[in-house]
């Protein structure tokens, strides 16, 4: 009796260590796939010297890789739905491990693109979807909680990690490491999920593949942000020039710049996906994505908060290290170290977020945070200025890190438990996908206003100078106009034969206003979303026991 009751304890002890050895596993990989989201913004300067482009350039990188995410997460879902997730999972690691290779040997723009936001970004819509869908199938009850909770506050701390890793191994190191470091990440990943991690999926799954809702899906997608960024370039609405492609020019009609035709195409084309959509269910064949999934709002509320809190976040962490280093003049790791107070606070709070459960609903621990999320940008708003400010900006940061460690601790686990297991490949599949085009469109959106806010200030600020003469005004702007990149990170402009200290200092002060009213710009975007974010998270359940609400099952009111 006894032994049998020690081999019992035995076997109980394995089993822990087991579920506990694949979360953490699970969050490893996780881990590494968003920090990657996070890890070129603080070196933006030496990526774009070595690759000879510009910032625009690694804004399309950094925007694509998101995309990228966004448009193959669903998919990687049903792929692991038809043919394993730990399957899927180990595909990923290996794709992810490749790209990240290539990219760390990139001497050019298209092949860190294909490397970074291509061959990295499909990896990770392999892997994204089944580390949750994994957690949601090998955990249950309080242990889901807690789960989830771990899950996602790695998920906000490997945000704000990414900065600090990135400076850090650029300063000492290369950026090119930022990358080749995921390739030994990805061994002890692949080592792990061969010791902790089964194999789960949906055998009653249709092995049907919606080739058309991929290519839908991902071409309006890609049209909204193409037009988002080239907004830089050609302007919101009338068009500033003509658009071009190589060598070919293409007259938008009524003078519109190309952004409001793009994101027109866009829009239509994801409203062909949704009528193809339903087309392909009502005729029994299984589509990208069941609509009736959204009619759960338990799992749409979670869904819109996740993507807004997204988009700011991935805004925030494009716009301040342009601030940090264009105006400060910091190096990549000082701009790391300068957003550790976030890292630091959003360590902290995700386990805090896990301990005030006992008090608080899920609901209201996101809604706090989302309040916190607006009083924090509001601090750092203010302590953006040519001048130091170093006290609100810093007590700004502490505050946001405070509040995407309660909202990312909690979100998941209340928008993927209002749905069953058996969906839970898809279920997981398009809140990755929330979190990618919340990103996506962060960096491509706030981009475009900081960009935007620069460029315009650089030609406002010259043109309203009473230091520097009519005579030359032409020269210093088309001069200022060509070195851009240059002074997004802290260059003094080169004016050629104009030599005088008095304009050389005028020209430098014009670039730091711009980059401070940019920035700012950016920031105040960011505001935005969170308000919304903070009203969309009041359709959420304000229950403690999210599988007991109402004694109702995880998929009640799903629509299946």
Do not use: C
Not at 48 to 67: C, E, F, N, P
Not at 392 to 412: D, R
Not at 549 to 557: D, N, Q
């Amino acid at each position: 009796m006894k032994t049998r009751v020690k081999n019992a304890i035995g076997e109980g002890y394995l089993a822990s260590i087991k579920k506990w050895g694949g979360l953490l596993v699970l969050s490893l990989a996780l881990a590494i796939i968003i920090i990657d989201t996070t890890l070129l913004n603080v070196s933006l300067g030496p990526i774009i010297s070595d690759l000879h482009t510009d910032l625009k350039g690694i804004q399309w990188v950094i925007t694509l890789y998101a995309l990228v995410l966004a448009s193959f997460t669903i998919t990687g879902g049903r792929l692991g739905d038809l043919f394993g997730r730990r399957r899927m999972f180990l595909l990923g690691a290996v794709i992810f491990a490749f790209g990240s290779l290539l990219a760390s040997l990139s001497h050019g723009l298209t092949s860190m693109i294909i490397g970074e936001a291509i061959i990295e970004g499909f990896g990770a819509a392999l892997m994204m979807p089944a580390t949750a869908s994994l957690v949601l199938s090998n955990f249950h009850g309080k242990d889901r909680a807690i789960a989830f909770g771990v899950w996602g506050g790695v998920a906000g701390a490997s945000s704000a990690i990414g900065p600090i890793l990135g400076g850090w191994l650029t300063s000492a190191y290369s950026w090119r490491w930022g990358f080749r470091i995921n390739v030994f990440v990805v061994v002890i990943v692949l080592i792990g999920a061969e010791l902790f991690l089964k194999e789960s999926r949906d055998r009653m799954e249709k092995k049907q593949l919606d080739g058309v809702g991929v290519v839908l899906s991902s071409a309006g997608l890609l049209a909204i942000v193409f037009g988002i960024i080239q907004s830089t370039s050609y302007g919101w609405w009338k068009a500033k020039e003509v658009f071009s492609i190589g060598s070919h020019s293409y007259a938008m009609p009524w003078g519109l710049s190309i952004t409001p035709v793009s994101i027109l195409i866009g829009l239509f084309l994801l409203g062909l996906f949704v009528a193809w959509e339903r087309r392909r269910e009502a005729s029994g064949r299984t589509p990208l994505i069941s609509l009736a999934i959204f009619r759960n709002w338990q799992f749409s509320s979670g869904l819109l908060t996740l993507m807004v809190m997204s988009l700011s976040l991935t805004g925030l962490i494009f716009a301040l290290p342009v601030f940090y280093q264009g105006v400060r003049g910091q190096d990549a790791l000082h701009t790391g170290i300068s957003l550790l107070p976030l890292s630091i606070s959003l360590f902290v709070a995700s386990p805090a977020a896990i301990f005030l459960t006992k008090f608080m609903s899920p609901k209201r621990i996101i809604q706090l945070g989302l309040a916190l999320t607006v009083f924090g940008l509001i601090l750092i708003n203010s302590g953006i200025s040519v001048t130091e400010m170093a006290v609100p900006l810093t007590a700004g940061l502490i505050l946001f890190g405070i509040s995407m460690g309660f909202v990312q601790s909690q979100i998941n686990n209340i928008t993927l438990s209002a749905v069953s297991v058996e969906q839970a490949g898809e279920a997981s599949g398009i809140s990755g996908t929330a979190r990618q085009l919340g990103s996506s469109f962060g960096s491509a959106i706030i981009g475009a206003v900081v960009l935007a806010g620069l460029s315009t200030g650089l030609a406002s600020g010259i043109k309203s100078s009473a230091v520097i003469p009519e005579a030359i005004k032409p020269q210093a702007s088309v001069a200022i106009q060509a070195q851009s990149s240059a002074i997004e990170f802290g260059s003094t402009p080169k004016l050629g034969a104009i030599s005088q200290p008095k304009i050389i200092s005028e020209v430098k002060s014009i670039s730091d206003n711009a980059i401070v009213n940019g920035t700012k710009r950016g920031v105040q975007i960011s505001l935005f979303f969170a308000v919304i974010s903070f009203f969309v998270a009041m359709g959420l359940p304000n229950v403690k026991n999210l599988q007991k609400e109402k004694g109702k099952s995880p998929v009640a009111g799903s629509g299946h």
